[in-house]
């Protein structure tokens, strides 16, 4: 069992920078891969990027390649998303997912999201 608590949402304008942090419970979060989604207003969730257990692998989706970062620090149990030149689109809630399988591959745990705001 993981649990997961995102931070670092707000509202941001079109260009700008959010880094988004996600604190993981438990002993065992070394072990996990992690993720980030997304969910915009009337739209279904989305893959945003994700890190293997040791960070040595990520993967991003493409409208977010080259503007977004994911890492994590697993001495701090957090895993990080680094978001520049955000985009109106980028609108969303965005929520931190682990599995204990491999980065590509369904999610069991998830955060309760935190909402990320881009003006125009």
């Known amino acids: 069992q993981v649990q997961l608590v995102e931070s670092g949402g707000g509202l941001v304008q079109a260009g700008g920078s959010l880094r988004l942090s996600c604190a993981a419970s438990?002993?065992?979060?070394?072990?996990?891969?992690m993720g980030w989604f997304r969910q915009a207003p009337g739209k279904e969730r989305e893959f945003v990027a994700a890190?293997?257990?040791?960070?040595?692998?990520?993967y991003y989706a493409d409208s977010v390649k080259g503007r977004f970062t994911i890492s994590r620090d697993n001495a701090k149990n957090t895993v990080y998303l680094q978001m520049n030149s955000l985009k109106p689109e980028d609108t969303a809630v965005y929520y931190c997912?682990?599995?204990?399988?491999?980065?590509?591959?369904?999610?069991?745990?998830w955060g309760q999201g935190t909402q990320v705001t881009v003006s125009s």
């Open positions: 997912a682990a599995n204990a399988v491999r980065p590509l591959y369904e999610y069991d745990y």
């Open positions: 438990g002993r065992t979060f070394s072990s996990y891969a």
């Open positions: 890190i293997s257990w040791s960070g040595g692998s990520t």
